[in-house]
């Protein structure tokens, strides 16, 4: 392959911004001032400008100086590319300090964060808040992401990790569902349509009370890509969903949603907000996380056990 052109050779930044502050002020003294140098600094920049286009750029008179017809040509187009790289910065920054953009799961984003993301907003309006949804996991180090909230145990290299909420999972469905099928004990879901039967929960779910449920993925039934899916598909009389309920802890409050039977079994796993550990002390993440952790200790739900309930932190409702 041909060799590639070597990089134009640029002239040192600092000359370059000493020779634009000069030019515009035709003065070298009050060039000086603006930059915070020496008179003799800014000739000093000058002079080394001057011998890397070999020729003079301006003409030294006793009380200012004069841009000579190559200065002339020079400094029009510095100006430009000064002024264009300071409105690229300054518009970074501020988007940096008033943008907070954050990646989630989408069963997340829709049914845990964005009902309360207005409560945020209105206790911080100088933020514009962005919300992406996405199954990989963001890279911070490529990606315009701040923080996200992610599903796992919380051992992610090089980010910190503050746990939202612990996670459990539990057959879920409509209230008229459960009356219809009388569902009372767990082995009367064997004989209740389930959703997504093929996804390992429920197998762990059904092995957690000892029961052997080997045929479940072999089911004639729906199976659904995302929990959101399947809980749409339950809220409609579909069946029975397996799912975390503080996810959704709105539609049982509301008692759109109920507990198919009385047995919930803990996930290893939870919710956490992530981010990276160099930019734990910025502002807008600081906020964000203290008002997602305040909102996660906010209430509690009752999660059904056999033979009764109890209580465990869960999101607010």
Same mark, same amino acid.
């Given at each position: ?142 990606? +315009? ?74 089911? +004639? ?87 009764? +309930? ?8």
């Amino acid at each position: 392959m041909p060799a590639q052109p070597p990089p134009p050779k640029l002239p040192p930044l600092a000359a370059v911004r000493v020779f634009e502050a000069a030019a515009r002020h035709q003065n070298f003294t009050r060039a000086a001032e603006e930059l915070g140098m020496t008179q003799a600094a800014v000739s000093y920049q000058i002079r080394l400008l001057e011998d890397r286009v070999g020729a003079p750029l301006f003409v030294r008179q006793p009380r200012q100086v004069v841009l000579t017809a190559i200065g002339q040509r020079l400094a029009g187009p510095v100006a430009k590319a000064l002024a264009d790289i300071g409105t690229v910065f300054r518009n970074l920054c501020e988007e940096n300090q008033t943008v907070l953009t954050i990646s989630s799961l989408q069963t997340m984003a829709i049914n845990w964060l964005s009902p309360r993301l207005a409560q945020f907003q209105i206790e911080n309006p100088q933020f514009e808040v962005r919300v992406g949804t996405t199954e990989h996991l963001v890279d911070f180090a490529t990606e +315009s992401v701040d923080l996200a909230l992610r599903y796992g145990l919380g051992d992610w290299p090089g980010l910190v990790a503050d746990k939202l909420f612990a996670c459990h999972f539990a057959p879920l469905c409509t209230p008229e569902l459960r009356e219809r099928l009388q569902l009372r004990e767990p082995a009367d879901l064997l004989r209740a349509p389930l959703l997504s039967p093929g996804d390992d929960f429920w197998k762990i779910w059904f092995a957690d009370i000892g029961i052997d449920a080997p045929k479940l993925g072999g089911r +004639s039934t729906m199976a659904l890509q995302m929990q959101a899916m399947n809980i749409q598909a339950a809220l409609r009389g579909h069946g029975v969903a397996m799912a975390v309920p503080e996810l959704f802890a709105y539609d049982i409050a509301a008692g759109r949603l109920v507990f198919a039977v009385n047995h919930v079994v803990r996930d290893e796993r939870a919710y956490w907000i992530v981010y990276p550990r160099e930019r734990q002390r910025e502002r807008k993440i600081r906020l964000f996380r203290d008002w997602a952790l305040a909102e996660a200790r906010a209430a509690c739900m009752k999660l059904p056990v056999r033979g009764g +309930s109890r209580d465990v932190t869960a999101p607010a409702v």
